[in-house]
Every structure is written in C-alpha cells, then in structure tokens.
C-alpha cells in the first residue's frame, strides 16, 4: 500500500506442544505481515521452556540468524512471561513481542473510532496489571531499561496507576457507548447490512462484489475496519455496508471485549451477512459457524441472518450438498455465492432485499411535502406524472410503506 513505511524485517517463532497441536504457523504470518515483513519462520515442537519458552540450543542458533539477517523484531506466537519475554531480548539484542501484543498492535492501528480505541487501550492494560508487579521487579534488578532505579514504594505507585487509568477508560467508554446509541438514532432512514466472519472467508471481496466496485482485494487480516455507506447495485436506495475485522482463534478472554467493540457496529444492523469459506474442511466450517453465532448471541444482536457460503467456485456438487446436510443446524438462510467469480451474486442481493422486509406502495398525490418526503426517505422506483397529480411508486422498509400508506390516507 502506498505511503506505508518500510516494514520492520521479522522472526516469527511458533512453539508446539506435539503434532496434534493446532496452533498455526500460517495464522501468525498472516497476522504479522499487517505491520512487519517477515523474513523467516520456525517452529519447534517441545514442552515450553520457564526461560525463553522455546529451547535455549534454539534461542543460541536464531540470535546468530537474527544478526546475518539483520532482523528487526521477533515475533513469538505464544504468550510469554514477561521474565521469558525479557531473556529473550537479551539474547536477540532486538524487540521480542508475543502474539497478544502483535493483536493489539494490529488492532490499536485498526481502530478508527474513539470506542474501539479505548476498548484496545483497556485490553492492553489488562493485559500489563498482572504484569506490572514483575515488570518492576526485573527494573529493581536493573534489568529492564526505563525502569531502573525503582524502589517497592515505586512498584506499588506503577501498579496503582494502572489500575487508575483502567477505572479512567471504563468511565469514558460508558459515554462514548452513550453517544453511539444517539447517532444510531440518526442514521435510521438507511437500511443497514453487516458482513461478519472470520478472516479471509472473502468478506472485503463480496462488498465489492456487492456494490460493484473492483477494488482488489489482498489477501490481507486487516484491510478494513471501516464503516461505508455504499449503494448495492441494482438498488437505489441506501444501503449502509459494513465491513469489518475477521475473527481470529485463540484470542484470550481479556480481548474479547477489545474485539467486540470493532464488529458490534456491524452486528448492530438490519440484517446480518455471516461470510464462511465453504472450502474449508466441514468441521473447520462447522467449529467456525458456531463461533459466529455465539459471538453474534454474546453481543445481544437480534437481527435477520443469511448465511453465505463464498468460494462456491472452489468446491464440488457433493461438498454443497454434505455442508447442507451435516451443517443443517448451524446454517440459516444459506446461499452459495463467489464473490471473486460474481456467482450467484444478484441472487443474494434478491435474498438481501426479501430480508430486509422491503415493500412496495403506491401513492396519488400532489402534496409537495410528502413528495420530498418520500424522494428523501425511501426509494423511488417510478414517478409518473398524470394532469397535476404524481403517481409516485416507492419502496422502503415494511412498517414505512405501511405507515406511509396510512397517513396518506388520513390527509387525503
Ligand atoms: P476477508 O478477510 O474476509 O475480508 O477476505 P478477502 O475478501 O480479503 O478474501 C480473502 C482471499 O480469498 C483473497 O485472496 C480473495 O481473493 C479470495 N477470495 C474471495 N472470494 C473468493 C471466491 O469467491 N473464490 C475464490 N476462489 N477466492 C476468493
Ligand atoms: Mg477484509
């Protein structure tokens, strides 16, 4: 992407228990080339080590790597004490960050609004309280530049005032969640549609395939986090498209709260598009399709569901089929589509109108008022003007047509 700055060159390293373990390397890649350039991964596979967690004959070789190399950062995708974490820096003479700091890094560049920020800051501060006791500690050793010097006293006082900025951050994220049911208010006249799932189901391609833009889409976690107004194609009326950050496995409980924040936007939307990649194995799809409705369930959201197979371009008759039949209870309103392909797109946008419980009325009038009242709320599919009279044929969510409808009839 243009104006990014050179990416910092990484090591990326993955410590499994065994075989069996499904911890992925490809994921922390993944991940990790949002903000850096990975130069070389390795995985090990051996019980964790209380030192540096992986083999200390391990950490020998990678620091000689790590010089040839001129590598920048390392990035470890387990979770490391911060003693683990600090011996490793040692060693590497480079930064050490694990996989819980690369999500918050990713995350905190990602957050657009003022709430999602906060909810980063907040998880990042969880995060760093248990922390901060052995933090300061290994600064009394003087092992820790930008800590040194510090007494007991001082370890209290940095604690407390973690806990402080912790009671400051909820405080403000009780008014800014204030301020976001108000603007919700304000943005009603719009029919809104939220795509979720996990990365890389093909979300970012079917809003493009949606709104008929052609912006390519990278195979990248972390393109969008933003909100857009976009017409869907083939309806004039507003549609409110939100894309969002792809879900990511493992995340620890005290970040779920951080992620939440960055989908509940999208949740919060006339009708939900659950994106899953029907290439994928059918359990995978299946552990994926309950996470996505539990996720849904955990933030209240009450909305009408499409369930979208994308990638129908990469998978067999047979395998639509068995996703069907053994997914059965995980699946509502199911359509297969390739948003890469444009395969049954417009049917899907049909299946999103229905949803949407769109109607259609007509109305014969010559009340200006409601004329610019119904150009600027709902969507005008004919306006045929006969003598002096409009015969004006529009459409707009059920309950508008009908209340409109109504009134009509009341002034008429
Ligand atoms: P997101 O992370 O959910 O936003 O997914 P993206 O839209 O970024 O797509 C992830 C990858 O899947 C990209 O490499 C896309 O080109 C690819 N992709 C998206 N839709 C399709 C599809 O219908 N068929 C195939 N074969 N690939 C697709
Ligand atoms: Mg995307």
């Not at 990678?62 to 390392?74: C, G, N, S, T």
């Not at 309280?129 to 209290?156: C, I, N, S, T």
């Not at 009408?304 to 509502?332: G, Q």
């Not at 209340?403 to 002034?411: A, E, S, V």
Request: with cysteine; hydrophobic share 35%.
């Amino acid at each position: 992407m243009g104006g990014d700055r050179i990416k910092r060159r990484a090591l990326l390293i993955l410590r499994k228990d065994n075989k069996f373990d499904n911890k992925s390397i490809e994921e922390l890649k993944e991940l990790a080339e949002v903000l850096y350039n990975p130069i070389k991964t390795v995985v090990q596979i051996r019980k964790p080590d209380p030192k540096y967690q992986i083999g200390s004959g391990l950490v020998e070789k990678l620091a000689e790597k790590i010089k040839e190399e001129d590598i920048e950062i390392v990035i470890v995708g387990n979770i490391l004490t911060p003693s683990q974490k600090y011996n490793l820096a040692k060693k590497f003479k480079v930064e050490v960050i694990d996989k819980i700091e690369l999500v918050l890094r990713i995350f905190y560049k990602h957050a657009r609004t003022k709430e999602a920020q906060l909810q980063v800051r907040l998880a990042e501060l969880q995060y760093e309280l248990p922390r901060a006791r052995e933090k300061v500690r290994l600064a009394k050793m003087g092992e820790q530049p930008g800590f040194g010097g510090y007494g007991d006293y001082e370890v209290e006082k940095y604690y407390q005032k973690v806990k402080r900025e912790i009671a400051t951050i909820k405080r403000k994220l009780e008014k800014v969640r204030e301020h976001r049911r108000i603007a919700r208010k304000s943005r009603e006249k719009f029919d809104s549609v939220g795509l979720i799932g996990y990365t890389n189901a093909g979300k970012t391609s079917l809003l493009n395939a949606l709104t008929g833009e052609s912006k390519e889409s990278k195979n990248q976690v972390f393109t969008t986090l933003t909100t857009t107004t976009r017409a869907i194609k083939g309806i004039k009326r507003k549609i409110l498209v939100t894309d969002t950050v792809g879900f990511i496995d493992d995340l620890p409980p005290f970040m779920i709260e951080a992620f939440l924040s960055t989908i509940e936007e999208s949740a919060d939307s006339d009708l939900i598009l659950i994106v899953v990649d029907a290439s994928d194995d059918i359990e995978e799809i299946k552990r994926k399709l309950k996470v996505n409705h539990e996720i849904l369930s955990k933030i209240n959201c009450k909305s009408p569901i499409i369930t979208v197979f994308n990638k129908v371009d990469k998978i067999t008759e047979e395998k639509k089929k068995r996703i069907l039949e053994e997914l059965d209870r995980y699946i509502v309103n199911p359509i297969f589509v390739s948003a890469k392909y444009n395969i049954n797109i417009d049917l899907l946008i049909e299946k999103i109108i229905d949803n949407l419980n769109l109607s259609i009325g007509t109305i014969e009038t010559n009340n200006p008022k409601l004329i610019s009242y119904l150009y600027e709320n709902t969507e005008i599919i004919e306006d045929i003007l006969d003598e002096d009279k409009h015969i004006i044929t529009f459409r707009a969510k059920e309950k508008d047509v009908n209340r409109i409808l109504k009134l009509h009839k009341i002034i008429a």
